[in-house]
Protein backbone atom coordinates (compact mmCIF):
# COMPACT_ATOMS: atom_id res chain seq x y z
CA UNK A 1 0.00 0.00 0.00
CA UNK A 2 2.85 2.43 0.94
CA UNK A 3 5.04 1.11 -1.98
CA UNK A 4 1.79 2.02 -4.25
CA UNK A 5 1.31 5.64 -2.92
CA UNK A 6 4.92 6.42 -3.28
CA UNK A 7 5.09 5.24 -6.86
CA UNK A 8 1.93 6.96 -7.60
CA UNK A 9 3.86 10.25 -6.21
CA UNK A 10 6.85 9.49 -8.11
CA UNK A 11 4.74 8.82 -11.58
CA UNK A 12 2.86 12.34 -10.40
CA UNK A 13 6.59 13.79 -9.86
CA UNK A 14 8.08 12.70 -12.92
CA UNK A 15 4.81 13.63 -15.28
CA UNK A 16 5.93 17.93 -14.67
CA UNK A 17 9.45 16.96 -15.64
CA UNK A 18 8.57 15.74 -18.39
CA UNK A 19 5.71 17.76 -19.66
CA UNK A 20 7.66 20.67 -18.62
CA UNK A 21 10.55 21.12 -21.35
CA UNK A 22 7.40 20.58 -24.26
CA UNK A 23 5.26 23.28 -22.69
CA UNK A 24 8.53 25.76 -22.26
CA UNK A 25 9.24 25.34 -25.39
CA UNK A 26 5.92 26.00 -26.93
CA UNK A 27 5.54 29.11 -24.60
CA UNK A 28 8.11 30.51 -26.68
CA UNK A 29 7.77 30.27 -29.68
CA UNK A 30 4.07 29.98 -29.92
CA UNK A 31 2.55 32.47 -26.48
CA UNK A 32 5.24 34.79 -26.41
CA UNK A 33 5.34 35.89 -30.54
CA UNK A 34 1.44 35.97 -30.48
CA UNK A 35 1.49 38.61 -27.79
CA UNK A 36 4.31 40.17 -29.24
CA UNK A 37 2.26 40.66 -32.12
CA UNK A 38 -0.69 42.32 -30.22
CA UNK A 39 1.80 44.96 -28.60
CA UNK A 40 3.18 45.40 -32.23
CA UNK A 41 -0.26 46.11 -33.71
CA UNK A 42 -0.44 48.88 -31.98
CA UNK A 43 3.32 50.31 -32.28
CA UNK A 44 4.76 52.44 -35.16
CA UNK A 45 7.50 50.00 -36.02
CA UNK A 46 9.49 50.12 -38.55
CA UNK A 47 12.01 47.11 -38.98
CA UNK A 48 14.66 49.51 -40.90
CA UNK A 49 17.08 50.07 -37.86
CA UNK A 50 16.28 54.09 -38.07
CA UNK A 51 13.04 54.96 -36.56
CA UNK A 52 12.35 53.97 -32.68
CA UNK A 53 9.03 52.13 -32.26
CA UNK A 54 6.43 54.05 -30.76
CA UNK A 55 2.73 53.83 -29.18
CA UNK A 56 -0.19 54.95 -32.33
CA UNK A 57 -3.08 53.57 -31.37
CA UNK A 58 -5.48 51.91 -34.05
CA UNK A 59 -3.37 53.36 -36.77
CA UNK A 60 -2.29 50.30 -38.25
CA UNK A 61 -5.55 48.93 -38.11
CA UNK A 62 -7.14 51.97 -39.67
CA UNK A 63 -4.35 51.39 -42.40
CA UNK A 64 -5.27 47.82 -43.10
CA UNK A 65 -9.27 47.92 -42.89
CA UNK A 66 -9.16 51.06 -45.05
CA UNK A 67 -6.11 49.49 -48.11
CA UNK A 68 -8.28 48.64 -50.68
CA UNK A 69 -5.66 45.68 -51.31
CA UNK A 70 -6.70 44.20 -48.19
CA UNK A 71 -10.17 43.69 -49.26
CA UNK A 72 -9.31 42.78 -52.87
CA UNK A 73 -6.60 39.80 -50.67
CA UNK A 74 -9.68 38.96 -48.30
CA UNK A 75 -11.85 38.45 -51.41
CA UNK A 76 -9.71 36.19 -53.25
CA UNK A 77 -9.16 34.47 -50.33
CA UNK A 78 -12.40 33.79 -49.59
CA UNK A 79 -13.31 32.79 -52.69
CA UNK A 80 -10.15 30.67 -52.95
CA UNK A 81 -11.62 28.65 -49.61
CA UNK A 82 -14.93 28.40 -50.44
CA UNK A 83 -14.50 26.81 -53.93
CA UNK A 84 -11.62 24.86 -53.69
CA UNK A 85 -13.05 22.88 -49.65
CA UNK A 86 -16.56 22.70 -51.61
CA UNK A 87 -14.46 20.53 -54.23
CA UNK A 88 -11.79 18.53 -52.08
CA UNK A 89 -15.49 17.25 -50.19
CA UNK A 90 -17.07 16.25 -53.10
CA UNK A 91 -14.51 14.68 -54.89
CA UNK A 92 -12.87 13.73 -51.43
CA UNK A 93 -16.00 11.41 -51.01
CA UNK A 94 -15.84 9.77 -53.97
CA UNK A 95 -11.60 9.44 -54.42
CA UNK A 96 -12.32 7.53 -50.63
CA UNK A 97 -15.55 5.11 -51.72
CA UNK A 98 -13.04 3.96 -54.73
CA UNK A 99 -10.72 3.56 -51.88
CA UNK A 100 -13.04 1.88 -50.17
CA UNK A 101 -14.13 -0.96 -52.32
CA UNK A 102 -12.61 -4.18 -52.84
CA UNK A 103 -10.77 -4.44 -56.47
CA UNK A 104 -7.44 -5.31 -58.28
CA UNK A 105 -4.44 -2.52 -58.14
CA UNK A 106 -6.27 -1.25 -54.86
CA UNK A 107 -2.51 -0.62 -53.18
CA UNK A 108 -1.54 0.44 -56.42
CA UNK A 109 -4.49 3.28 -56.23
CA UNK A 110 -3.44 4.26 -52.60
CA UNK A 111 -0.28 4.89 -53.29
CA UNK A 112 -1.00 6.87 -56.47
CA UNK A 113 -3.20 9.06 -54.79
CA UNK A 114 -0.51 9.91 -52.18
CA UNK A 115 2.04 11.57 -54.26
CA UNK A 116 0.06 15.02 -54.74
CA UNK A 117 -0.07 14.81 -51.27
CA UNK A 118 3.76 14.43 -50.66
CA UNK A 119 5.12 16.53 -53.43
CA UNK A 120 6.09 19.86 -51.62
CA UNK A 121 3.68 22.89 -52.70
CA UNK A 122 6.48 25.37 -53.92
CA UNK A 123 7.19 22.17 -56.43
CA UNK A 124 3.36 21.64 -57.10
CA UNK A 125 2.98 25.19 -57.96
CA UNK A 126 6.09 25.34 -60.37
CA UNK A 127 5.10 22.11 -62.26
CA UNK A 128 1.40 23.50 -62.65
CA UNK A 129 3.20 26.76 -64.02
CA UNK A 130 5.03 24.96 -66.43
CA UNK A 131 2.10 23.03 -67.65
CA UNK A 132 -0.10 26.14 -68.04
CA UNK A 133 2.85 28.17 -69.12
CA UNK A 134 1.69 31.14 -72.07
CA UNK A 135 3.31 29.59 -75.21
CA UNK A 136 4.82 25.62 -74.48
CA UNK A 137 2.80 24.76 -71.68
CA UNK A 138 1.14 21.20 -72.42
CA UNK A 139 -2.49 22.78 -71.35
CA UNK A 140 -2.45 25.40 -73.67
CA UNK A 141 -1.46 23.25 -76.79
CA UNK A 142 -3.50 20.24 -75.98
CA UNK A 143 -6.17 22.29 -75.61
CA UNK A 144 -5.71 24.27 -78.93
CA UNK A 145 -4.67 20.98 -80.77
CA UNK A 146 -8.73 19.65 -79.77
CA UNK A 147 -9.72 22.90 -81.22
CA UNK A 148 -11.30 23.37 -77.43
CA UNK A 149 -9.64 26.87 -77.19
CA UNK A 150 -9.00 29.23 -80.44
CA UNK A 151 -5.97 30.29 -79.15
CA UNK A 152 -3.30 29.73 -76.39
CA UNK A 153 -4.17 31.65 -73.25
CA UNK A 154 -1.72 33.47 -70.86
CA UNK A 155 -2.97 31.80 -68.01
CA UNK A 156 -1.37 33.28 -65.18
CA UNK A 157 -1.37 36.62 -66.10
CA UNK A 158 -5.12 38.14 -65.26
CA UNK A 159 -7.25 36.99 -62.20
CA UNK A 160 -10.11 35.99 -64.21
CA UNK A 161 -8.10 32.92 -65.29
CA UNK A 162 -5.47 32.71 -62.60
CA UNK A 163 -7.57 32.11 -59.84
CA UNK A 164 -9.17 29.39 -61.27
CA UNK A 165 -5.95 27.38 -61.90
CA UNK A 166 -4.74 27.75 -58.42
CA UNK A 167 -7.47 26.43 -57.61
CA UNK A 168 -7.19 23.44 -59.69
CA UNK A 169 -3.76 22.89 -58.01
CA UNK A 170 -4.96 23.11 -54.59
CA UNK A 171 -8.24 20.78 -55.28
CA UNK A 172 -5.22 18.50 -56.76
CA UNK A 173 -2.90 18.04 -53.89
CA UNK A 174 -5.69 18.11 -51.06
CA UNK A 175 -7.76 15.95 -52.46
CA UNK A 176 -5.76 13.18 -51.59
CA UNK A 177 -5.84 14.01 -47.66
CA UNK A 178 -9.32 14.79 -48.05
CA UNK A 179 -9.88 11.00 -49.14
CA UNK A 180 -7.88 9.73 -46.62
CA UNK A 181 -9.51 10.91 -43.72
CA UNK A 182 -13.00 10.24 -45.06
CA UNK A 183 -11.61 6.62 -46.16
CA UNK A 184 -11.15 5.93 -42.28
CA UNK A 185 -14.34 7.23 -41.67
CA UNK A 186 -15.88 5.04 -44.05
CA UNK A 187 -14.05 2.00 -42.83
CA UNK A 188 -15.66 2.78 -39.63
CA UNK A 189 -19.64 2.14 -40.84
CA UNK A 190 -20.52 -1.31 -39.88
CA UNK A 191 -21.10 -3.24 -43.29
CA UNK A 192 -24.29 -5.32 -42.07
CA UNK A 193 -25.80 -2.05 -42.44
CA UNK A 194 -25.47 -1.88 -46.40
CA UNK A 195 -26.64 -5.88 -46.12
CA UNK A 196 -29.82 -4.98 -44.38
CA UNK A 197 -30.40 -2.43 -47.17
CA UNK A 198 -30.12 -4.44 -49.66
CA UNK A 199 -32.64 -6.67 -48.47
CA UNK A 200 -35.29 -4.59 -47.59
CA UNK A 201 -34.51 -3.56 -51.00
CA UNK A 202 -33.11 -0.06 -51.31
CA UNK A 203 -31.23 1.05 -54.14
CA UNK A 204 -27.17 1.55 -53.92
CA UNK A 205 -27.99 5.34 -54.21
CA UNK A 206 -30.60 5.25 -52.00
CA UNK A 207 -28.15 3.46 -49.41
CA UNK A 208 -25.32 6.24 -50.46
CA UNK A 209 -28.02 9.12 -49.11
CA UNK A 210 -29.32 6.64 -46.01
CA UNK A 211 -26.16 5.03 -44.93
CA UNK A 212 -23.18 6.27 -46.37
CA UNK A 213 -23.50 10.56 -46.47
CA UNK A 214 -25.21 10.50 -42.71
CA UNK A 215 -22.77 8.12 -40.80
CA UNK A 216 -19.92 9.55 -42.65
CA UNK A 217 -20.55 13.08 -42.19
CA UNK A 218 -18.85 13.38 -38.60
CA UNK A 219 -15.75 13.17 -40.38
CA UNK A 220 -17.04 15.22 -43.24
CA UNK A 221 -17.09 17.81 -40.66
CA UNK A 222 -13.67 17.45 -38.99
CA UNK A 223 -11.81 17.42 -42.25
CA UNK A 224 -13.67 19.87 -43.41
CA UNK A 225 -12.45 22.31 -40.78
CA UNK A 226 -8.99 21.46 -41.13
CA UNK A 227 -9.08 22.23 -44.80
CA UNK A 228 -11.08 25.66 -44.30
CA UNK A 229 -8.19 26.63 -41.66
CA UNK A 230 -5.31 25.81 -43.91
CA UNK A 231 -6.55 27.42 -47.13
CA UNK A 232 -7.93 30.38 -45.11
CA UNK A 233 -3.89 30.84 -44.68
CA UNK A 234 -3.31 30.40 -47.59
CA UNK A 235 0.45 31.47 -49.18
CA UNK A 236 2.85 28.90 -50.99
CA UNK A 237 0.23 28.48 -54.21
CA UNK A 238 -0.23 32.22 -54.87
CA UNK A 239 3.22 33.41 -53.83
CA UNK A 240 4.72 31.23 -56.59
CA UNK A 241 2.55 31.17 -59.20
CA UNK A 242 1.71 34.73 -59.05
CA UNK A 243 3.86 36.71 -57.03
CA UNK A 244 4.31 40.01 -57.79
CA UNK A 245 1.54 40.06 -60.27
CA UNK A 246 -0.20 42.25 -58.16
CA UNK A 247 -4.27 41.98 -57.72
CA UNK A 248 -4.23 38.57 -57.09
CA UNK A 249 -2.99 38.13 -53.05
CA UNK A 250 -3.94 36.80 -50.29
CA UNK A 251 -4.37 37.72 -46.87
CA UNK A 252 -1.48 35.97 -45.78
CA UNK A 253 0.45 37.35 -48.88
CA UNK A 254 -0.95 40.63 -47.93
CA UNK A 255 0.59 40.27 -44.80
CA UNK A 256 4.20 38.75 -45.37
CA UNK A 257 4.58 41.70 -48.00
CA UNK A 258 3.46 44.52 -45.30
CA UNK A 259 6.48 42.55 -43.13
CA UNK A 260 9.35 41.74 -45.76
CA UNK A 261 8.61 44.52 -49.08
CA UNK A 262 7.68 46.83 -46.46
CA UNK A 263 9.73 46.55 -43.41
CA UNK A 264 6.79 47.14 -41.19
CA UNK A 265 6.04 44.97 -38.63
CA UNK A 266 3.41 47.74 -37.38
CA UNK A 267 1.21 47.00 -40.69
CA UNK A 268 2.31 43.48 -40.45
CA UNK A 269 1.57 42.67 -36.42
CA UNK A 270 -2.07 44.45 -37.47
CA UNK A 271 -2.95 42.27 -40.38
CA UNK A 272 -1.92 39.36 -37.96
CA UNK A 273 -4.26 40.00 -35.64
CA UNK A 274 -7.15 40.73 -37.47
CA UNK A 275 -6.20 36.96 -39.74
CA UNK A 276 -6.52 35.44 -36.51
CA UNK A 277 -9.83 36.63 -35.40
CA UNK A 278 -11.26 35.93 -39.16
CA UNK A 279 -10.16 32.56 -38.00
CA UNK A 280 -11.33 32.28 -34.53
CA UNK A 281 -14.59 33.52 -35.65
CA UNK A 282 -14.75 30.90 -38.41
CA UNK A 283 -14.31 28.42 -35.72
CA UNK A 284 -16.42 29.45 -33.51
CA UNK A 285 -19.61 30.05 -35.90
CA UNK A 286 -18.51 26.73 -37.06
CA UNK A 287 -19.16 24.90 -33.99
CA UNK A 288 -22.13 26.35 -33.33
CA UNK A 289 -23.62 25.45 -36.32
CA UNK A 290 -22.31 21.99 -36.77
CA UNK A 291 -22.11 20.90 -32.79
CA UNK A 292 -19.04 19.43 -33.19
CA UNK A 293 -17.17 18.99 -30.10
CA UNK A 294 -12.92 18.66 -30.46
CA UNK A 295 -12.39 16.73 -27.88
CA UNK B 1 -21.92 14.13 -57.49
CA UNK B 2 -22.60 11.87 -60.23
CA UNK B 3 -19.14 9.95 -59.89
CA UNK B 4 -20.22 9.31 -56.04
CA UNK B 5 -23.19 8.03 -56.90
CA UNK B 6 -21.43 6.17 -59.23
CA UNK B 7 -19.11 4.57 -56.89
CA UNK B 8 -22.25 3.51 -54.26
CA UNK B 9 -23.53 1.75 -56.93
CA UNK B 10 -20.78 -0.20 -57.81
CA UNK B 11 -19.86 -0.81 -54.09
CA UNK B 12 -21.32 -4.65 -53.37
CA UNK B 13 -21.18 -5.94 -57.42
CA UNK B 14 -23.58 -8.79 -57.11
CA UNK B 15 -21.18 -11.58 -57.86
CA UNK B 16 -23.40 -14.64 -58.92
CA UNK B 17 -25.37 -13.63 -62.33
CA UNK B 18 -28.69 -14.04 -61.84
CA UNK B 19 -29.71 -13.67 -65.51
CA UNK B 20 -27.86 -13.08 -68.89
CA UNK B 21 -29.00 -8.97 -68.35
CA UNK B 22 -27.61 -8.60 -64.83
CA UNK B 23 -24.66 -10.21 -66.22
CA UNK B 24 -24.20 -7.77 -68.42
CA UNK B 25 -25.29 -4.91 -66.47
CA UNK B 26 -22.79 -5.91 -63.60
CA UNK B 27 -20.13 -6.50 -66.62
CA UNK B 28 -20.68 -2.64 -67.82
CA UNK B 29 -20.78 -1.36 -64.25
CA UNK B 30 -17.53 -2.94 -63.83
CA UNK B 31 -16.01 -1.47 -66.53
CA UNK B 32 -16.90 2.18 -65.49
CA UNK B 33 -16.05 1.64 -62.36
CA UNK B 34 -11.92 1.05 -63.67
CA UNK B 35 -12.29 3.90 -65.97
CA UNK B 36 -13.12 5.79 -62.68
CA UNK B 37 -9.80 4.23 -61.18
CA UNK B 38 -7.71 4.78 -64.08
CA UNK B 39 -8.84 8.34 -64.82
CA UNK B 40 -8.17 9.38 -61.41
CA UNK B 41 -4.90 7.77 -61.16
CA UNK B 42 -3.71 9.76 -64.43
CA UNK B 43 -5.21 12.71 -62.89
CA UNK B 44 -2.99 12.15 -59.83
CA UNK B 45 0.28 11.32 -61.53
CA UNK B 46 -0.28 13.14 -64.94
CA UNK B 47 1.60 16.42 -63.43
CA UNK B 48 4.63 14.26 -61.59
CA UNK B 49 5.08 12.13 -65.03
CA UNK B 50 5.14 15.47 -67.05
CA UNK B 51 7.49 17.17 -64.14
CA UNK B 52 9.54 14.22 -64.69
CA UNK B 53 9.63 13.94 -68.79
CA UNK B 54 10.08 17.60 -68.87
CA UNK B 55 13.33 16.89 -66.85
CA UNK B 56 15.34 14.38 -68.69
CA UNK B 57 14.27 16.34 -71.84
CA UNK B 58 16.88 17.99 -73.98
CA UNK B 59 16.37 21.75 -74.03
CA UNK B 60 15.54 21.83 -77.57
CA UNK B 61 12.68 19.64 -77.22
CA UNK B 62 11.64 20.84 -74.10
CA UNK B 63 9.41 22.77 -75.86
CA UNK B 64 7.37 20.13 -77.64
CA UNK B 65 4.33 17.90 -76.31
CA UNK B 66 5.06 14.38 -77.92
CA UNK B 67 4.42 11.80 -74.88
CA UNK B 68 8.08 10.03 -76.36
CA UNK B 69 10.61 12.40 -76.71
CA UNK B 70 13.22 11.59 -79.43
CA UNK B 71 16.04 11.59 -76.59
CA UNK B 72 16.58 11.77 -73.28
CA UNK B 73 19.13 13.22 -71.48
CA UNK B 74 20.89 14.39 -67.90
CA UNK B 75 22.17 17.84 -68.79
CA UNK B 76 19.13 19.60 -66.78
CA UNK B 77 20.72 17.15 -63.39
CA UNK B 78 24.24 17.63 -64.33
CA UNK B 79 23.35 21.54 -64.43
CA UNK B 80 21.33 21.93 -61.20
CA UNK B 81 24.01 19.89 -59.62
CA UNK B 82 26.75 22.22 -60.43
CA UNK B 83 24.83 25.34 -58.94
CA UNK B 84 26.41 25.57 -55.51
CA UNK B 85 23.10 27.56 -54.16
CA UNK B 86 21.14 24.55 -55.05
CA UNK B 87 23.67 22.02 -53.04
CA UNK B 88 23.61 23.79 -50.61
CA UNK B 89 20.03 24.60 -50.05
CA UNK B 90 19.45 20.95 -49.94
CA UNK B 91 22.46 20.60 -47.22
CA UNK B 92 20.36 23.00 -45.60
CA UNK B 93 16.90 21.01 -45.98
CA UNK B 94 18.61 18.00 -45.10
CA UNK B 95 20.30 19.80 -41.30
CA UNK B 96 16.74 21.51 -41.06
CA UNK B 97 14.18 18.82 -41.13
CA UNK B 98 16.51 16.93 -39.68
CA UNK B 99 16.58 18.23 -36.42
CA UNK B 100 13.57 19.63 -36.56
CA UNK B 101 12.06 15.66 -36.46
CA UNK B 102 14.60 14.67 -34.00
CA UNK B 103 13.71 17.48 -31.38
CA UNK B 104 9.99 17.42 -32.00
CA UNK B 105 9.95 13.55 -31.61
CA UNK B 106 12.56 13.74 -28.37
CA UNK B 107 11.20 16.28 -26.45
CA UNK B 108 6.77 15.67 -27.74
CA UNK B 109 7.11 11.50 -27.00
CA UNK B 110 8.15 12.29 -23.20
CA UNK B 111 5.50 14.90 -23.20
CA UNK B 112 3.21 12.69 -25.00
CA UNK B 113 4.26 9.02 -22.44
CA UNK B 114 3.26 11.49 -19.80
CA UNK B 115 0.06 13.08 -20.63
CA UNK B 116 -1.49 9.18 -22.16
CA UNK B 117 -0.06 7.41 -18.88
CA UNK B 118 0.82 9.26 -15.97
CA UNK B 119 -1.46 11.13 -13.64
CA UNK B 120 -1.39 14.72 -14.07
CA UNK B 121 -3.75 17.47 -12.83
CA UNK B 122 -4.07 19.61 -15.81
CA UNK B 123 -4.12 16.82 -18.48
CA UNK B 124 -7.51 17.89 -20.03
CA UNK B 125 -6.91 20.84 -20.57
CA UNK B 126 -2.96 20.61 -21.88
CA UNK B 127 -4.55 18.03 -24.38
CA UNK B 128 -7.06 20.46 -25.41
CA UNK B 129 -4.43 23.48 -25.61
CA UNK B 130 -2.26 21.19 -27.43
CA UNK B 131 -5.02 20.18 -30.47
CA UNK B 132 -5.68 23.88 -30.71
CA UNK B 133 -2.36 24.63 -31.04
CA UNK B 134 -1.68 22.02 -34.29
CA UNK B 135 -4.70 24.11 -35.93
CA UNK B 136 -2.65 27.28 -35.16
CA UNK B 137 -1.98 29.37 -37.97
CA UNK B 138 1.66 30.41 -38.73
CA UNK B 139 1.12 33.58 -40.03
CA UNK B 140 -0.44 35.08 -37.04
CA UNK B 141 2.91 35.13 -35.47
CA UNK B 142 5.29 35.90 -38.35
CA UNK B 143 5.87 39.46 -37.18
CA UNK B 144 6.86 37.89 -33.44
CA UNK B 145 8.70 35.30 -34.68
CA UNK B 146 10.62 37.56 -37.40
CA UNK B 147 11.49 40.41 -34.09
CA UNK B 148 12.34 37.73 -31.95
CA UNK B 149 14.77 35.71 -34.06
CA UNK B 150 16.79 38.94 -34.49
CA UNK B 151 16.44 39.48 -30.78
CA UNK B 152 18.18 36.05 -30.40
CA UNK B 153 20.75 36.62 -32.94
CA UNK B 154 19.42 33.68 -35.11
CA UNK B 155 17.48 35.17 -38.07
CA UNK B 156 19.11 33.82 -41.21
CA UNK B 157 20.37 30.78 -39.18
CA UNK B 158 19.36 26.91 -39.99
CA UNK B 159 18.60 27.00 -35.95
CA UNK B 160 16.34 29.79 -36.25
CA UNK B 161 14.30 27.56 -38.46
CA UNK B 162 14.67 24.46 -36.48
CA UNK B 163 12.89 26.51 -33.56
CA UNK B 164 9.88 28.04 -35.78
CA UNK B 165 9.43 24.65 -37.27
CA UNK B 166 8.91 23.15 -34.09
CA UNK B 167 5.73 25.12 -33.82
CA UNK B 168 4.30 22.47 -36.59
CA UNK B 169 5.76 19.78 -35.57
CA UNK B 170 5.38 19.51 -31.90
CA UNK B 171 1.95 20.08 -31.23
CA UNK B 172 1.65 17.29 -33.84
CA UNK B 173 3.88 14.63 -32.49
CA UNK B 174 2.63 15.18 -28.91
CA UNK B 175 -1.07 14.81 -29.76
CA UNK B 176 -0.54 11.92 -32.11
CA UNK B 177 1.95 9.88 -29.82
CA UNK B 178 -0.32 10.56 -26.95
CA UNK B 179 -3.14 8.53 -28.73
CA UNK B 180 -0.83 5.80 -28.95
CA UNK B 181 1.05 5.40 -25.55
CA UNK B 182 -3.02 5.32 -24.49
CA UNK B 183 -3.76 2.61 -26.59
CA UNK B 184 -1.39 0.12 -25.01
CA UNK B 185 -3.30 -2.30 -22.17
CA UNK B 186 -2.26 -1.28 -18.85
CA UNK B 187 -1.24 -4.60 -18.29
CA UNK B 188 2.51 -3.96 -19.68
CA UNK B 189 3.49 -1.65 -17.21
CA UNK B 190 1.84 -3.25 -13.98
CA UNK B 191 3.82 -6.26 -14.14
CA UNK B 192 7.25 -3.67 -14.06
CA UNK B 193 6.28 -1.55 -11.79
CA UNK B 194 5.36 -4.68 -8.97
CA UNK B 195 9.06 -5.57 -9.92
CA UNK B 196 9.90 -2.35 -8.85
CA UNK B 197 10.83 -0.63 -12.02
CA UNK B 198 10.78 2.70 -12.18
CA UNK B 199 8.24 4.81 -14.43
CA UNK B 200 11.42 6.22 -16.30
CA UNK B 201 12.43 2.78 -16.44
CA UNK B 202 9.24 1.95 -17.74
CA UNK B 203 8.86 4.42 -20.27
CA UNK B 204 12.07 3.77 -21.40
CA UNK B 205 12.25 -0.36 -21.96
CA UNK B 206 8.64 -1.41 -22.29
CA UNK B 207 6.40 1.41 -23.74
CA UNK B 208 8.75 3.68 -25.85
CA UNK B 209 10.19 0.27 -27.85
CA UNK B 210 5.98 -0.52 -28.40
CA UNK B 211 5.35 2.73 -29.73
CA UNK B 212 8.08 2.90 -32.47
CA UNK B 213 5.47 2.63 -35.18
CA UNK B 214 3.90 5.64 -34.20
CA UNK B 215 7.30 7.48 -33.97
CA UNK B 216 8.42 6.19 -37.52
CA UNK B 217 4.98 7.54 -38.67
CA UNK B 218 4.90 11.04 -36.59
CA UNK B 219 8.37 11.31 -37.62
CA UNK B 220 7.91 10.92 -41.33
CA UNK B 221 5.42 13.60 -41.23
CA UNK B 222 7.18 15.76 -39.49
CA UNK B 223 10.04 15.32 -41.83
CA UNK B 224 7.58 15.72 -44.73
CA UNK B 225 6.46 19.20 -43.22
CA UNK B 226 9.80 20.57 -42.08
CA UNK B 227 11.38 19.66 -45.77
CA UNK B 228 8.35 20.77 -48.08
CA UNK B 229 7.87 24.60 -45.81
CA UNK B 230 8.39 27.39 -47.52
CA UNK B 231 6.66 30.52 -45.37
CA UNK B 232 9.25 30.67 -42.24
CA UNK B 233 11.79 29.58 -44.53
CA UNK B 234 11.60 32.60 -47.26
CA UNK B 235 11.02 34.97 -44.03
CA UNK B 236 13.87 34.48 -42.01
CA UNK B 237 16.58 33.73 -44.28
CA UNK B 238 18.24 36.21 -46.44
CA UNK B 239 21.65 35.03 -47.97
CA UNK B 240 22.35 31.94 -50.09
CA UNK B 241 23.91 29.97 -48.10
CA UNK B 242 20.69 29.73 -45.22
CA UNK B 243 17.75 28.91 -48.03
CA UNK B 244 16.07 25.88 -47.95
CA UNK B 245 15.13 23.68 -50.96
CA UNK B 246 11.62 24.98 -51.33
CA UNK B 247 12.91 28.63 -51.41
CA UNK B 248 15.85 28.00 -53.69
CA UNK B 249 13.28 26.16 -56.35
CA UNK B 250 11.02 29.33 -56.12
CA UNK B 251 13.76 31.52 -57.04
CA UNK B 252 15.38 29.78 -59.68
CA UNK B 253 16.04 32.33 -62.46
CA UNK B 254 17.40 31.61 -66.08
CA UNK B 255 20.12 33.78 -67.99
CA UNK B 256 17.37 36.19 -68.72
CA UNK B 257 15.09 37.24 -66.20
CA UNK B 258 12.36 36.38 -69.60
CA UNK B 259 13.16 33.22 -69.69
CA UNK B 260 12.59 30.53 -66.86
CA UNK B 261 14.91 27.84 -66.94
CA UNK B 262 12.32 25.00 -66.77
CA UNK B 263 14.27 21.92 -67.33
CA UNK B 264 16.76 22.72 -64.76
CA UNK B 265 13.78 23.49 -62.78
CA UNK B 266 12.05 20.28 -63.37
CA UNK B 267 15.19 18.99 -62.28
CA UNK B 268 15.89 20.09 -59.70
CA UNK B 269 11.86 19.56 -58.37
CA UNK B 270 12.43 15.84 -58.95
CA UNK B 271 15.54 15.93 -56.70
CA UNK B 272 13.57 17.20 -53.95
CA UNK B 273 10.07 15.34 -54.76
CA UNK B 274 11.31 11.30 -55.60
CA UNK B 275 12.70 11.09 -51.83
CA UNK B 276 9.80 11.84 -50.24
CA UNK B 277 7.58 9.77 -53.37
CA UNK B 278 10.04 6.57 -51.96
CA UNK B 279 8.94 7.40 -48.66
CA UNK B 280 5.25 7.52 -49.24
CA UNK B 281 5.62 3.84 -51.54
CA UNK B 282 7.49 2.23 -48.80
CA UNK B 283 5.72 3.74 -44.99
CA UNK B 284 2.58 4.18 -47.37
CA UNK B 285 0.96 2.21 -44.67
CA UNK B 286 2.15 3.94 -41.55
CA UNK B 287 1.81 7.71 -43.18
CA UNK B 288 -2.16 7.12 -43.58
CA UNK B 289 -2.44 5.74 -40.03
CA UNK B 290 -0.42 8.93 -38.38
CA UNK B 291 -2.38 11.34 -40.84
CA UNK B 292 -5.56 9.47 -39.65
CA UNK B 293 -4.81 9.17 -36.31
CA UNK B 294 -3.78 12.97 -36.01
CA UNK B 295 -7.43 14.41 -37.16
CA UNK B 296 -10.06 11.40 -37.32
CA UNK B 297 -9.42 10.33 -33.43
CA UNK B 298 -9.91 14.04 -32.64
Same mark, same amino acid.
Request: net charge neutral; with cysteine.
Given at each position: ??????????????????????????????????????????????????????????????????????????????????????????????????????????????????????????????????????????????????????????????????????????????????????????????????????????????????????????????????????????????????????????????????????????????????????????????????????? | ????????????????????????????????????????????????????????????????????????????????????????????????????????????? &????? !?????? *??????? +? %??? =? #?????????????? &????? !?????? *??????? +? %??? =? #?????????????????????????????????????????????????????????????????????????????????????????????????????????????????????????????????
Amino acid at each position: MIKEIDLYARQKRLAWWLIAPAVLVVVVIIAYPTIQVIVYSFMKYKLDGVTPPSFVGWDNYSYVLTDPDWWSAVSNTLIFTVVSVILECDLGLAVAMVANSKFKGRTVFRVAILVPWAIPTVVSSKIWSWMVNDIYGVVNIVLTDLHILPQKIAWLATPATALPVIIAVDVWKATPFMALLLLAGLQLIPKDLYEAGSIDGATKVRQFWAITLPLVTPTLLVALVFRTLDALRVFDIFYVMVGGQGNLETMAVYNQQQLVSFLDAGVGSATSVIILIVIMLFVILYTRFSRTSFE | MSTTKTVSTLEALPTQGATKKADTKAAVLRILFYALVIVIIVFNLFPFFWALLSSFRPSNELFSTKLIPNALTLDHYVEVFKDQRFVQSLINSVIVAGLTVLIALGLGS &VCAYA !LGRLPF *RFKGPVL +Y %LVL =T #MTMFPQIAILSGLF &VMLRT !LDMFNT *RQGLVLT +Y %LIF =T #MPFTIWVMTQYFRSLPKELEEAAYVDGASPLKVFWDILLPLTMPGLVSTGLLAFIAAWNEFLFALTFTITDNMKTVPVVISQFTGASSFEQPWGAIMAASMVVTIPLVILVMIFQYRIVEGLTAGAVKG
